[in-house]
Nanobody
């Protein structure tokens, strides 16, 4: 089992920045990638970004490319999501997720085996 704990959410104003963290613990040796998703009210869970633990360029959804940046700290099994120029439409619960082994597709929820509890991000106009 892998446990994921997100932190860093909160209430901000449009144009502000926020950094989310996700710390993994437990049986982390077989993690291949970690990603961030979000789910707004009445919407499906949406892929944002993914990072492979062994390297390579991260993947981004077009909707956040250029505003959001995913980064990782391998030594501490932690992944971050830096969010800049936040908009009211970015309001959602943000989740991190990780895979138990290799996955060819990283942009779909079904690729992930473990999920965090989510952290609320609210952007006021």
């Amino acid at each position: 089992q892998v446990q994921l704990v997100e932190s860093g959410g909160g209430l901000v104003q449009a144009g502000d920045s926020l950094r989310l963290s996700c710390a993994a613990s437990g049986r982390t040796f077989n993690m291949y990638a970690m990603a961030w998703f979000r789910q707004g009210p009445g919407k499906e869970r949406e892929f944002l970004a993914a990072h492979r633990w062994r390297g390579g360029d991260p993947d981004y959804a077009d909707s956040v490319k250029g505003r959001f940046t995913i980064s990782r700290d391998n030594a501490n099994n932690t992944v971050y999501l830096q969010m800049n120029s936040l908009k009211p439409e970015d309001t959602a619960v943000y989740y991190c997720a990780t895979t138990n082994g290799f996955r060819a597709v990283l942009s779909k929820t079904y690729a992930y085996d473990y999920w965090g509890q989510g952290t609320q991000v609210t952007v006021s106009s």
